[in-house]
């Protein structure tokens, strides 16, 4: 099982990683952060209106399912936002420099931090 800080360094380990945070979905707030490149602080609070949005909008589409992760894309960066599994009320944000990562290995690896997070 890994704490916060471990998760947060396993995932850095990606090659083109940037930064990467464990964040409070109820409040928007960081509980751990890595990295640099983005605004965390305010990515933090986005990303928890996406991941609310994205819920309510499931909620009425009737879809009885469960987010794995969300994915933009943009122009220099991948970010990926996963809903833990293991811990109800928080979301992994993970950003990486897109010319240099493997989107596919930096989701199984965000999937698998997650099974391991605990704290």
Do not use: W
């Not at 471990?6 to 090659?15: E, F, G, I, K, S």
């Not at 509980?31 to 933090?44: K, P, Q, R, T, W």
């Not at 009737?62 to 833990?84: A, F, Q």
Request: charged share 25%; with cysteine; net charge neutral.
């Amino acid at each position: 099982m890994a704490n916060i800080k471990q998760t947060l360094d396993d995932l850095m380990t990606v090659d083109g990683a940037m930064c990467a945070s464990i964040v409070d979905s109820a409040s928007g707030m960081i509980l751990g952060a890595i990295g640099s490149g983005v605004d965390m602080e305010v990515a933090a609070a986005g990303n928890t209106e996406v991941v609310r949005a994205k819920t309510k909008t499931m909620r009425a589409l009737g879809l009885n399912d469960v987010i794995e992760d969300i994915l933009i894309t943009l122009g220099k960066h991948y970010h990926i936002i996963r809903p833990s599994a293991r811990k109800e009320g928080v979301f992994i944000y993970f950003v990486l420099d897109k010319q240099r990562s493997n989107l596919a290995m930096a989701r199984r690896k965000t999937q698998d931090v997650d099974k391991e997070l605990n704290f």
